[in-house]
Nanobody
Framework: QVQLAETGGGVAQAGGSLRLSCVAS????????MAWFRQAPGKEREFVAA????????YYSDSVKGRFTISRDNAKNTLYLQMNNLKPEDTALYYC?????????????????????WGQGTQVTVSS
């Protein structure tokens, strides 16, 4: 089974930057659709960004578009989320997720339940 591990969370000031990493236990990370979700206390888990398998399509929620960038390094088997111009409302537990089928195209409308594998989460806290 695929194992995911997020790192890079921490505390940042508003306007600052953080880069989250997600290392997958597979050599074919580039062949699966992957995504970042986040969840704040008392709120539902929400979509942040996704990257499709094989291709270069990326998707972002309106709240992070223009500030966050999702990417991956296939050689390092790692998914990234570069977060710039952070805002207090970005504070949440961030999760890395992966589909389990290479032919499943992920996008902003893909429900969280479709993703088969999840990391343990990494906390991001943004202060003003």
């Amino acid at each position: 089974q695929v194992q995911l591990a997020e790192t890079g969370g921490g505390v940042a000031q508003a306007g600052g930057s953080l880069r989250l990493s997600c290392v997958a236990s597979t050599r074919t990370v580039g062949n699966y659709g992957m995504a970042w979700f986040r969840q704040a206390p008392g709120k539902e888990r929400e979509f942040v960004a996704a990257i499709t398998a094989f291709g270069i399509n990326t998707y972002y929620s309106d709240s992070v578009k223009g500030r966050f960038t999702i990417s991956r390094d296939n050689a390092k088997n790692t998914l990234y989320l570069q977060m710039n111009n952070l805002k207090p409302e970005d504070t949440a537990l961030y999760y890395c997720a992966s589909s389990d089928r290479t032919n499943l195209r992920v996008g902003p409308q893909t429900p969280a339940g479709v993703y088969a594998y999840w990391g343990q989460g990494t906390q991001v806290t943004v202060s003003s």
